[in-house]
């Protein structure tokens, strides 16, 4: 072998060691870069010839080291749970934020909660009961009923905005995930075509990872590794991004709370009109449209509903100060008609009928057996009884507002404990892939005392081939 291969061992042992140290450099440069995947040098030996010949003067020594590819560090099962994690965090997140939101409309406990209000208008009726001759006892009890009717309208009001404007976010993050999914396409192709012409791809495959991990939470979005370092995005089982190509997703269905439990909104796919089995936030925005609010929305209206029927019904069965039959009391704001059908009445339309303190029917007493009208209190105080029942108004409403409650702390919960097993599972990711200050820091000292090794080594080759070539006296013989 030539003297002179040892340089070439040299030129390649400082060529690694500078990559290594430009690879270390860029490590540290991005230490705070959110989603870069920590890079690592491949070096491998060049052996040397393995093939025999005839007067052949290899000594078998390799031809130094090679330092061409470089490693993005990524554990694909840590990738595939971080997917799965963050698309339940996200979901838990979303439902927790929905139970949230309900509360706040029915504002319980407090004194503007509609439980308050119930209970101050059974008060009304025991003053009434006790007071049937006093205007001013009447009035208050009116205007309390008219308290209570617009605090049902004020919830019913706030969980049909919340209704809307969840449909809103989800129509926001339909178009998110749309415009997501043709990023990744676009990456497929550029990681194609640099794959095939030799160019390190890294940086491009940490942004694509980085817009399935958004994927994921938005949609809960699955992967599968395809040809030339390409990625195939599917949700629910469907291929939303297959290689260089996306498919569009569309959100469907009813637009309006009132079409909810007709017209369930679905995400599909388009052409196709394919439902989807989505995850993460959309499938936690979904159930808020198609069941949480919609349930509680119902419930609110069959509430109004019982209050109509068993108020009218026992109002019907007393006498106002005119000695008239009491008349219905709530009504569904027509007030054309002379009955009232509560199936027509919900928590958005209930109105107080009676107008004039003196049409309140608080006598029991027909007063066609006294003669003129009756100033007893024997119905208001019936009405006030109403409240001891155990399938009262108020007893229906206190099992909602348990209801409720519970379920807003069950999901609460259920988000800190996935809270805990996301954060854990991020952290596993960063302890792979992250980048460590210490540990680039021994890479860099490692690299650098290489660097010098190999310049020493020059240094020496260079001196044996001055004292071969000018101190030998082989010159001019």
Same mark, same amino acid.
């Given at each position: =072998? ?34 870069? @995947?920590?890079?690592? $040098? ?17 000594? *078998?020594?390799? +031809? ?24 339940? @965090? ?26 308050? =209000? ?10 009434? !009961?006790?007071?049937? #001759?006093?205007?001013?006892?009447? +009035? ?9 009717? @617009? ?23 339909? @178009? ?38 958004? $994927? !994921?939470?938005?949609? +809960? ?25 996306? =498919? %569009?997703?569309?959100?469907? *269905?009813?637009?309006?709370? #009132?079409?909810?439990? %007709? #017209? ?26 198609? #069941? ?28 106002? $100060?005119?000695?008239?039959? *009491? ?54 105080? !019936?009405? %006030?009884?109403?409240? $001891? ?15 409720? +409650? ?12 996935? !809270? ?23 890479? =860099? ?21 001055? %004292? ?7 010159? *001019?013989?």
């Amino acid at each position: =072998m030539s003297t002179f291969s040892g340089l070439n061992t040299a030129r390649t042992a400082l060529w690694a060691s500078q990559r290594g140290l430009d690879l270390t450099g860029q490590n540290i440069a991005n230490v705070n870069t959110d989603g870069y @995947s920590r890079q690592r $040098l491949e070096l491998q030996s060049i052996g040397g010839t393995a093939v025999p010949a005839i007067h052949s003067v290899s000594d *078998g020594l390799g +031809g130094g080291v090679s330092a061409e590819e470089v490693t993005r560090i990524r554990d694909a099962f840590l990738e595939g749970r971080a997917h799965t994690e963050h698309a339940n @965090s996200a979901r838990l997140t979303a439902q927790a934020d929905t139970y949230a939101r309900v509360e706040q409309a029915f504002r319980e406990p407090g004194p503007t909660g509609i439980q308050s =209000m119930l209970a101050d208008v059974s008060n009304g009726w025991q003053d009434v !009961a006790n007071h049937p #001759d006093d205007l001013a006892a009447r +009035g208050q009890l009116l205007r309390r009923l008219q308290t209570l009717t @617009s605090g049902l309208h004020a919830t019913r009001t706030s969980l049909d905005q919340q209704w809307t404007q969840t449909r809103d976010n989800l129509a926001v993050l339909v @178009s998110d995930v749309n415009a997501a999914a043709g990023d990744i396409a676009k990456l497929n192709a550029s990681i194609r075509r640099a794959t095939a012409a030799g160019i390190p791809t890294n940086e491009l495959k940490d942004k694509r990872d980085a817009l399935v991990l958004s $994927l !994921a939470t938005q949609v +809960g979005a699955t992967t599968v590794p395809g040809d030339d370092g390409q990625l195939n995005v599917l949700i629910g089982g469907t291929a939303v991004v297959s290689g260089d190509g996306a =498919m %569009t997703i569309a959100l469907t *269905g009813a637009t309006g709370p #009132d079409g909810a439990l %007709t #017209d369930s909104p679905t995400i599909v796919t388009v052409p196709g009109r394919a439902r989807l089995r989505v995850g993460g936030t959309a499938e936690g925005q979904l159930a808020t449209l198609t #069941d949480a609010v919609p349930a509680y929305r119902t419930e609110l209206d069959g509430i109004a509903r019982t209050l109509v029927s068993s108020l009218n019904a026992a109002h019907g069965a007393g006498w106002d $100060l005119d000695g008239d039959r *009491g008349m219905p009391l709530l009504d569904n704001g027509d007030g054309s008609t002379t009955t009232v059908d509560p199936a027509t009445v919900n928590a958005g339309n209930i109105r107080v009928r009676v107008v004039r303190p003196q049409d309140i029917a608080a006598a029991k007493v027909n007063p066609a057996t006294t003669g003129g009208p009756t100033l007893d209190g024997g119905n208001a105080d !019936a009405i %006030t009884e109403l409240s $001891l029942d155990p399938a009262s108004t108020e007893a229906t409403y206190r099992a909602l507002i348990v209801k409720l +409650g519970v379920q807003s702390a069950v999901a609460t919960r259920n988000l800190d404990i996935q !809270a805990v097993i996301t954060g854990q599972v991020d952290a596993s990711r960063e302890s792979v892939s992250g980048v460590s200050i210490d540990e680039e820091m021994t890479t =860099m000292l490692s690299f650098q005392h290489a660097y010098s090794a190999a310049a020493r080594l020059v240094t020496a080759v260079d001196e044996m081939l001055d %004292t071969l070539i000018n101190r030998t006296g082989l010159v *001019g013989r």
